[in-house]
């Protein structure tokens, strides 16, 4: 670039050829073309790390790997789960409950009474905070005559795992 600068004001006098001022006029081009590849290799390696690192859009506890570290993943493979991550906050409870007992929930839930889930741990201890009734299927399972429902439990220390089995029992209505 400093060389076609010097070159303008002597092309100008005479004293600098033509040829030379083409031939650095297009140095400085050719210059410039290399220094914005650079840039766009630069922004595309960049990219390319970036792919690298994954982050969760979520927080909670992992399960084993199931890729380990520097392994090559595919976006679109079957393979590419990583690992999966368990929410631990806040813990849904399904469960299911006699018909009969469905309808009870349901009615007094448009009376708008408050119905509480009372969960219990396998060792038989209440968990302390109650959880909240979320829903109550329309759909009665015809082999066992029960309806799926779920609650909200909160479990801020993380002391239950998703997946755990437990009791549940429904409170606040009668």
Known sequence: ???????DPLVAQGVVSRREYD?????????RAALNAAKAALQKAQ??????????????LTSRE????GSLVNAGEDSALLT?????DQLYVQFAMPVNEAALVRSAAQEQ??????????????????ARLEFVDTLVDPQSGTVQARATLPNAEAGLLPGQFMRARITGIT
């Open 1 to 7: 670039q400093r060389q076609r600068e010097r070159s």
């Open 23 to 31: 031939e650095a006029v297009a140095n400085a081009e050719s210059a």
């Open 47 to 60: 990219l390319d790390l970036d792919y690298t690192s994954v982050r969760a859009p979520i927080s909670g």
């Open 66 to 69: 199931t890729r380990s570290e």
């Open 84 to 88: 999966r991550i368990s929410q631990t």
């Open 113 to 130: 009474k408050t119905a509480q889930v009372i969960v219990q741990t396998p060792e038989g201890r209440d968990v302390p905070q109650p």
